[in-house]
């Protein structure tokens, strides 16, 4: 019990010396050089050649944008463009993938398991889902129109 309380007393003491201000005067000495510190006018220039993300494509017209150097010396013109990607049978296969399809022969409905953009969405026909026209159900394949466009989706094994 005795050693437990010299613990304490010795962290207790060390503690309250810590907090006390020094008497000690602060080592003296020349003082401190600091070095000088320059900077240049960048040289870069920033062409925003590409689309905006946050912008819809159908907003994007053709436009010049002014673009500032970093020295805010003078504004360059860059031209951005609209570009319309080639949609093809890939570009669409990675878009939508036919997962399955169930058919109610009493009610003649079809539906199809689908999956667009990585989300899976249940869609009957002469649906519209994601810009993704669903024009109809067969017993082992969508007819789809994407961007006025007629696809064929196969069923994935």
């Not at 969508?142 to 006025?148: P, R, S, T, V």
Request: no cysteine; aromatic share 6%; net charge neutral.
């Amino acid at each position: 019990m005795g050693a437990v309380v010299l613990i304490w007393g010795i962290i207790v003491f060390r503690i309250l010396n810590g907090l006390g201000g020094s008497e000690a005067p602060a080592i003296g000495g020349r003082p401190v050089q600091h070095a000088e510190i320059s900077s240049s006018i960048d040289t870069f220039t920033l062409y925003a050649d590409y689309p905006d993300p946050f912008i819809p494509e159908k907003e994007i017209d053709d436009t010049v944008l002014s673009v500032s150097n970093a020295a805010g010396k003078k504004d360059l013109p860059v031209a951005q463009t609209a570009t319309t990607p080639v949609i093809t049978e890939a570009t669409v296969a990675g878009i939508i993938q036919l997962k399955g399809i169930f058919s109610n022969p009493q009610k003649r409905s079809k539906v199809a398991i689908v999956t667009i953009n990585g989300k899976e969405a249940i869609v009957h026909e002469k649906e519209r889902l994601g810009g993704i026209y669903i024009a109809k159900i067969a017993k082992d394949h969508l007819q789809i129109i994407y961007k006025g466009r007629s696809f064929t989706i196969d069923k994935e094994l």
